[in-house]
């Protein structure tokens, strides 16, 4: 089993539509959570850290449930310019080795 | 600026012929990467350093080689370039600690012909 695993996609939907991704990860002893975003041949660029409690930013919501050991990241009311490609990255308490999913496709259609 | 800068962004060479690709950060951290990157493959790690003189393995480490002589800077060395090696390049540096963040260089396309 992959240390993250995210469902590659694509997840094809219109504007105005909410999407939602999810990660699992393998390690119990993770420790750090993020969402990155990654545009066509551009370099991971960080959308938001996961935080326990949840946490928002505008459209955005990141999720952590340690129970099932994933995370999930919400859109709402999306937009074209969200199409892109998001990387959920893991870091393991004591490595600080960041651990990336092979990332979500996401395309935002008129 | 708190940048991670590689060169060259697009490098197309034949095989067999040694080439480098240099990364350099400015935020002082101790801990670098270099990663592949290939359609439906994701992001692999090649080697990664947590400082100075300091260097390991990542996933698909073979044929390529890194130094770490200073902290700014994590080279990668490709002695003897193969078509295989033909990707997409990211460099990487990880601010540790509770404001955890990796910041990528802009990639370096290499093909080998």
């Known amino acids: 089993r992959k240390e993250v695993e995210q469902d590659p996609g694509p997840f094809n939907v219109p504007e105005g539509a909410t999407v939602a991704f999810n990660c699992t990860y393998s390690n119990s002893a993770s420790q750090s959570f993020f969402w990155y975003r990654q545009d066509c041949r551009k370099e991971p660029k960080l959308l938001m850290s996961?935080?326990?409690s949840g946490n928002e930013d505008g459209r955005f919501t990141a999720q952590l449930n340690r129970a099932s050991q994933y995370i999930s990241l919400l859109i709402r009311d999306s937009k074209l310019s969200d199409s892109a490609t998001y990387l959920c990255v893991v870091i393991s308490g004591g490595s600080y080795i960041p651990t990336f999913g092979r990332g979500t496709s996401l395309i935002v259609h008129p | 600026e708190a940048q991670v800068t590689q060169n060259p962004r697009y490098l197309i060479t034949v095989t067999g012929k040694k080439l480098t690709v240099t990364c350099s950060q400015n935020m002082n951290h101790e801990y670098m990467s270099w990663y592949r990157q290939d359609p439906g493959l994701g992001l692999r790690q090649i080697y990664y350093s947590m400082n100075v003189e300091v260097t390991d393995k990542g996933d698909v480490p073979e044929g390529y080689k890194v130094s770490r002589k200073e902290k700014r800077n994590f080279p990668l060395i490709l002695e003897s370039p193969s078509p295989n090696q033909t990707s997409l390049y990211f460099c990487?540096?990880?601010?540790?600690?509770?404001?955890?963040?990796?910041?990528f260089g802009q990639g370096t396309r290499l093909t080998v012909v």
């Open positions: 996961v935080y326990s």
């Open positions: 990487a540096s990880l601010r540790q600690g509770l404001n955890t963040e990796a910041f």
